[in-house]
Every structure is written in structure tokens, then in C-alpha cells.
């Protein structure tokens, strides 16, 4: 923890973007905040899928018996759940068919949704809150809430983990996926589009990435600009911030390398260090030449 009397870190006037969606308002004030002239761009917006037959499927499965362990990967998704239980006129039982089976949780955001409803959880993924912290929770608990020969529903968050699915299926679990929501582009793409064109001008500092569906969108929308070398040439010269590993791994699949990831995958923490960070990885990044 930094003492009273040292320096507060401060981006100093670089611009920083910020693919936020939902937290857009919060994200801009934490920039601007820490010194730093914040421009927000979403790239993602989350929708229902066109029809929530998966998921009434699922909530009347549960309600039979027909789960032994539910896994939950995101608060929104499990908030979703809820809502499809209610919608259908069986929310309570539905939370009481929760309560009957072992939950698992991937990180902080799931468990807050449980808090509020009352469900406990019976393994909580730790930090980054990854699906492989997941499965090493699940492994060190296989006394008390063993896998193999378990009917386990996995609650998906827009795009599928086959990672996740094959790893579960591996260890002897019947797995059913319950897809709640999908990732889709925002219907407004003229953010998006000007902070390509400002990346590829060499006008933006810093990006700070969230999701890795950030990634994959903000180069969905540069291809169709014919503007990903330009992207790539930009992005070489910024500091690149993820969130967590997660995000990290969605960079490396397009050939990025994040130049920091916060000590907690919180976005507070994210903002602060790289504020404290990026003067120097852009020193590193863009040396003077004489």
C-alpha cells in the first residue's frame, strides 16, 4: 500500500482509451481521475439470445433433479438465469433447486448475484478467477463435491469455453452448456471506428482492455475498415493493459502482448497501475532516435 507522502500516480495527459460498455461513465471518471484524457469507445453490448429455450430448459431440468452441480462463470449470466426462472413463474423453485446442488462460482460477480438471492456457493474459483483457477478449485475439492459420474450445467457468458467443456468432460462429468447471453458489436460503431482511425494516427497513449471480446471486436471492426495494419502499427506503440489472464490470452491470439496486468483483476486497480506504469512502457516502447 503506497505511503501518504509518496507521488499519486498519474497518467500526466495521455489519452487512454477505453472499450467499456457498461461501465463506461465509471471507467472515463477513474481516467480522467488519475491525470489521463479519457476517450470511450465501446466495443461490445451484451444481448439476450433470440430465444431463451436453453435457458427455460435448464431451469425446468433443474427444478427436476436432472443437475448435481451448477457452474457459474459471470453475474450477469447467473442474474439472467434468475430472471428466465421468474419469467416462467418458477423463481422459487428454481432458487430452491440452487440450493439442493453443489454451485460453483468463477469469481466475484457470480458470488455477489448468489449473496443476493441467498444461495451459497460451494467452491469459489480464486484470483485471476480464471477457468483454470476454476478447474483447480473443482480438483482440490473432488472429496466433497467430486465430478466424474455428475450431471454439471455450466452457465456460458456470450461465446463458449470448449477448454472449460473438454477439461470438465475429462474428469468423467456429463456437461450441458446453458448459454444466457451473447456478445454482439454496440449499435453505434462511430466510437469504435474513430479510435481505430486515432490508434492508426498515433493519436491514442494507452488502451485498457477489460474482455477479451474487446479484442476480437476492435479487430472485426478494423478489418472492416481495411484498417488492421494500421491497427497493429498503432497498437505496437501504445501501452497495451488487460485486465487478467483471460484478456491476455485473447491478445496473444492475435499476435498482442499485453504490457501489464494488474496485481487484482479489478478495474480501480487496472486504471492505477497503469497510470504509475505507462510513462515508462512508452518510453521503452517508442525510444527517441537521434
Do not use: C
Not at 90 to 106: D, K, T, Y
Not at 119 to 131: D, F, L, Y
Not at 159 to 167: F, G, T
Amino acid at each position: 500500500m503506497p505511503r501518504a507522502d509518496m507521488p499519486r500516480a498519474d497518467f500526466n495527459g495521455l489519452a487512454v482509451l477505453a472499450l467499456e460498455s457498461r461501465r463506461a461513465p465509471e471507467t472515463a471518471k477513474l481516467i480522467a481521475g488519475r491525470g489521463g484524457r479519457a476517450i470511450v469507445a465501446p466495443a461490445l453490448r451484451e444481448i439476450p439470445l433470440a430465444s431463451n429455450l436453453k435457458g427455460l430448459e435448464f431451469v425446468t431440468a433443474l427444478i427436476e433433479g436432472r443437475f448435481d452441480m451448477v457452474i457459474l462463470l459471470t453475474g450477469v449470466g447467473t442474474r439472467a438465469l434468475v430472471g428466465i426462472a421468474e419469467g416462467a413463474g418458477q423463481r422459487e423453485p428454481f432458487l430452491a433447486a440452487l440450493r439442493r446442488v453443489a454451485i460453483v462460482a468463477r469469481g466475484p460477480k457470480p458470488l455477489a448475484v448468489l449473496r443476493e438471492i441467498n444461495i451459497p456457493a460451494s467452491i469459489a474459483a480464486p484470483e485471476p478467477n480464471t477457468w483454470r483457477e476454476l478447474l483447480a478449485a473443482l480438483d482440490d475439492a473432488a472429496a466433497r463435491f467430486p465430478v466424474r459420474g455428475r450431471r454439471v450445467a455450466v452457465q456460458e457468458y456470450g461465446v463458449s469455453n470448449p477448454e472449460l467443456l473438454a477439461a470438465l468432460a475429462e474428469r468423467g462429468a456429463e456437461v450441458t452448456a446453458v448459454p444466457v447471453y451473447q456478445w454482439a458489436l454496440p449499435e453505434n460503431l462511430e466510437p469504435l471506428r474513430a479510435a481505430i482511425t486515432a490508434i492508426g494516427r498515433a493519436e491514442i497513449d494507452v488502451v485498457l482492455f477489460t474482455t477479451g471480446v474487446q479484442v476480437d471486436h476492435i479487430f472485426a471492426v478494423a478489418a472492416q475498415m481495411n484498417a488492421e495494419a494500421a491497427l497493429r502499427r498503432g497498437l505496437s506503440r501504445m501501452a497495451i493493459a488487460s485486465i487478467g489472464p483471460t484478456t491476455s490470452e485473447a491478445l496473444r491470439r492475435h499476435d498482442l502482448v499485453p504490457d501489464l496486468e494488474p496485481s487484482h483483476p479489478k478495474l480501480g486497480i487496472l486504471v492505477e497501475e497503469a497510470a504509475a506504469r505507462s510513462a515508462a512502457l512508452l518510453a521503452r516502447k517508442r525510444p527517441t532516435t537521434k
